[in-house]
């Protein structure tokens, strides 16, 4: 493909890390999703995390019902896994294909991760029966321990967690979630295993720590896994530059409140929907690997997943693209990762 090109037409690709929240937000939120992918993983780490099957059916139900127009979205449910989650249940879920993987969250690593897992042995009894099954494994990997230094816990956990898992789970598919440092990107590339992928946001690749603190603090780029230094940064480019079939697509777009993003103890989380695709494409222009967006985008998710790559396509134009400024929500309001600024790229209409 060449670099030099004004129009790209790629399959329609697929999000495999989303966060829609729910009721207000999820009505304004869902649609910027939809528009510009196929399928996306619907994390569950709600307020009331989505621990079952009809907790599953019925949020996709909502979901679905949030769409503007009728369009062919699918949402991909999965199973927030708690100490108490059902053997029973999963297998029934993933049979059913009501869930189409489970997510390990560390316990408080994130957002909404209070009934996440404080000692993974203590699932030992579900990762064996999801290798059994062959349920996909999702996994924020951060080390919960607060006296590791918020920048270490991304490589603390691949060498206290994730190496004895899969030593224990050889065969369970895992996806290392956001990945955010060299360390993680060299840990999937030499292992090049097929039961081990990473997912990449268009943020960490477009942005390092130095953009969140120079020239005063930028909420709106504070996210978790936090953004790394810039040898980091540089690493997750030449991972998708290099046409590395170990990791896809997952934007991780994370909607909050501009109250909470600003407030005394604010948020993390980056609303990406309204652009991400779009800051894709131009991370892959400038690093002159545009050959290698389809398969990041659009083919090394669903080979991972097990799921039949789209039909659909979608065509991008070189022509500029105003992200906008904010949603109105009531008497709230969410503003978009990179709000107000201009892209290179936009969907042909």
Request: charged fraction near 25%.
């Amino acid at each position: 493909m060449s670099e030099y090109l004004k129009k790209i037409t790629i399959i329609k690709p697929d999000d495999w890390h989303v966060h829609l929240r729910d009721n207000e937000i999820l009505k304004k939120v869902s649609q910027y999703t939809a528009k510009f992918y196929k399928r996306a993983i619907i994390m569950p780490n709600l307020n009331k995390p989505i621990t079952n099957c009809l907790e599953a059916i019925t949020y996709r139900h909502e979901i679905l019902n949030s769409m503007e127009s009728n369009n062919k979205f699918d949402p991909l449910m999965i199973c927030y896994l708690t100490n108490e989650t059902s053997l029973e249940e999963l297998n029934l879920g993933f049979i059913k294909k009501i869930f189409v993987g489970a997510k390990l969250y560390p316990y408080s690593c994130t957002t909404n991760s209070k009934k996440g897992i404080k000692n993974v042995k203590n699932i030992y009894h579900i990762l064996e029966m999801m290798e059994k099954i062959k349920m996909p494994l999702l996994i924020h990997g951060e080390e919960n321990d607060t006296s590791i230094d918020i920048y270490d816990r991304e490589a603390k956990f691949i060498e206290n967690t994730l190496e004895i898992l899969r030593k224990k789970f050889p065969e369970l598919k895992i996806i290392l979630e956001h990945v955010t440092t060299q360390d993680a990107v060299s840990y999937i590339e030499e292992a090049n295993s097929p039961y081990l992928a990473g997912t990449i946001t268009p943020h960490h690749l477009m942005f390092n720590r130095n953009n969140m603190f120079i020239n005063g603090i930028q909420p709106y780029l504070y996210c978790l896994p936090i953004l790394k230094r810039k040898k980091h940064q540089m690493a997750l480019r030449k991972a998708i530059a290099n046409g590395s079939k170990n990791f896809f697509l997952g934007s991780d777009t994370a909607p909050h409140f501009h109250r909470n993003k600003i407030n005394f103890f604010g948020y993390a989380g980056i609303f990406n929907a309204p652009c991400s695709f779009l800051c894709y494409v131009s991370v892959f222009e400038e690093m002159k690997a545009l050959k290698y967006l389809q398969s990041f985008c659009s083919e090394n998710g669903p080979k991972f997943y097990n799921m039949p790559i789209n039909k659909d396509t979608i065509t991008i134009v070189k022509k500029p693209y105003k992200v906008m400024k904010k949603i109105k929500i009531g008497d709230n309001i969410i503003v978009p990762f990179l709000s107000g600024k201009k892209l290179d790229w936009s969907i042909e209409i």
